[in-house]
């Protein structure tokens, strides 16, 4: 399995901050990094596909970047409904699939 | 639009076989695209994918899971499902449904359904 480790595993932060958090590979997963945001009692919901494109709907002001081992999602400004926790996910494996641990955004 | 509803007992004895179904609307589920997962997730924890099947048959599993672990597809029903045996109170959890587009990531998510094990 493709071992995925995000930090940091909570992030206080107040409204309108810059927010970002960076998701690191076990091995390197080229740009194959997908990125899901999650609220209490919520399924998770596709931010972010192949590192960097973002989901249709999605607001802009979330990105991410990222190649290889190392990732970030960052958000811009960061907006009330935007606490939540945030998950990545490899794709590079063809076979088993493989979620990081988790960031909560929480209010600082 | 795409939907996707899981179904399920709610409550499970331990060693027994957990069953879920997911129903699929809105749409067709027989695109080459398409593969389709179930994901858990135990309270206060993170997601753990369970598997993946494809609409040719082939399927995919968590290496952690795969001995307990089946996963079918009903195309002519909509529907896909998941059977967990031997479960314990670890198998605790949300177990979601969802679209694993391209094997990629996933898309469209059920609203997930709360199984608990318990005797």
């Known amino acids: 399995d493709i071992e995925m480790t995000q930090s940091p595993s909570s992030l206080p932060a107040s409204v309108g901050d810059r927010v970002t958090i960076t998701c690191r590979a076990g091995?390197?997963?080229?740009?194959?990094l997908n990125w899901y945001q999650q609220k209490p009692g919520k399924a998770p919901k596709l931010l972010i596909y192949?590192?960097?494109s973002l989901q249709s709907g999605v607001p802009s002001r979330f990105s991410g970047s990222g190649s290889g081992t190392e990732f970030t999602l960052t958000i811009s400004s960061l907006q009330p409904e935007d606490f939540a926790t945030y998950y990545c996910?490899?794709?590079?494996?063809?076979?088993?699939?493989?979620f990081g641990q988790g960031t909560k955004v929480e209010i600082k | 639009q795409l939907l996707l509803q899981e179904s399920g007992p709610g409550l499970v004895k331990p060693s027994e076989t957990l069953s879920l179904n997911c129903t699929v609307s809105?749409?067709?589920?027989?695109?080459?695209?398409?593969?389709w997962g179930w994901i858990r997730q135990p309270p206060g924890k993170g997601l753990e994918w369970i598997g993946s099947?494809?609409?040719?048959?082939?399927?995919y599993y968590n290496p952690s899971l795969r001995s307990r672990v089946t996963l079918s597809l009903d195309t002519s029903n909509k529907q896909f499902s998941m059977k967990l045996g031997s479960v314990t109170a670890a198998d605790t959890a949300t177990y979601y449904c969802?679209?694993?587009?391209?094997?990629?990531?996933?898309?469209?998510w059920g609203q997930g359904t709360v199984i608990s094990v318990s005797s």
């Open positions: 099947v494809f609409n040719r048959g082939n399927a």
């Open positions: 996910q490899q794709s590079y494996s063809t076979q088993t699939w493989t």
């Open positions: 969802a679209r694993h587009y391209a094997r990629l990531f996933f898309d469209i």
């Open positions: 192949s590192a960097s």
């Open positions: 091995q390197s997963i080229s740009r194959y």
């Open positions: 809105g749409g067709p589920m027989s695109s080459s695209n398409d593969y």
